[in-house]
């Protein structure tokens, strides 16, 4: 059973402005890189990758030991919009032979690929309350040194 709040990576602790301590002190210190996408993505999950990889870049929290993590929530994604597709073209309710109305069984395939998707972008820092948590921090001006003469 898991105790307390999961470890946050270094990198999202430094764009939130955290102090680090704890465990991350002698944490591990994955490189930064992008990287390629796995052959075995269909067109669907490709066509994502291209479209997150450059909003990871820029936060510079990806590493190249990300990519199976980074393909799991492409593939996640393109299941659940295939699986969408398919109830808008099928219906969302089937019946059985004895007339009974249920849920066609697409509206599971998209609920479980739709929760591991959200998974996954919460370990990227894509949904919306994980943006909330990071703050942007400015780099602090160099002083000239006029303005410690002015304000003395």
Same mark, same amino acid.
């Given at each position: !059973?898991?105790? #307390?709040? @999961?470890?946050?990576?270094?990198?999202?602790?430094?764009?939130?402005?955290? %102090?680090?301590?704890?465990?991350?002190?002698?944490?591990?210190?994955?490189?930064? #890189?992008?990287?390629?996408?796995?052959?075995?993505? /269909?067109?669907?999950?490709?066509?994502?990758?291209?479209?997150? $990889?450059?909003?990871?870049?820029?936060? @510079?929290?990806?590493?190249?030991?990300?990519?199976?993590?980074?393909?799991?929530? /492409?593939?996640?994604?393109?299941? +659940? $919009?295939?699986?969408?597709?398919?109830? %808008?073209?099928?219906?969302?309710t $089937?019946?059985?032979? %004895?007339?009974? =109305?249920?849920?066609?069984?697409?509206?599971?395939?998209? @609920?479980?690929?739709?929760?591991? +998707?959200l998974?996954?972008?919460?370990?990227?820092?894509?949904t919306?309350?994980?943006?909330?948590? =990071?703050?942007?921090?400015?780099?602090? @001006?160099?002083?000239?040194?006029?303005?410690?003469? !002015?304000?003395?």
């Open positions: !059973m898991p105790r #307390g709040r @999961k470890p946050v990576p270094e990198a999202i602790l430094k764009i939130r402005g955290s %102090r680090i301590r704890g465990p991350h002190r002698n944490s591990i210190q994955a490189e930064p #890189g992008m990287p390629p996408a796995p052959p075995w993505l /269909c067109d669907l999950a490709r066509s994502e990758w291209e479209r997150i $990889v450059p909003m990871l870049e820029s936060s @510079k929290v990806m590493s190249l030991r990300h990519q199976q993590t980074l393909a799991a929530y /492409c593939d996640s994604y393109a299941d +659940m $919009v295939q699986a969408d597709a398919e109830l %808008r073209e099928q219906g969302a $089937v019946t059985d032979e %004895r007339g009974r =109305v249920s849920n066609h069984p697409a509206w599971m395939r998209k @609920k479980d690929a739709r929760l591991s +998707m998974r996954f972008a919460a370990e990227f820092g894509l919306a309350s994980a943006l909330a948590r =990071v703050n942007a921090i400015e780099a602090p @001006k160099e002083s000239t040194g006029d303005d410690d003469r !002015m304000f003395a």
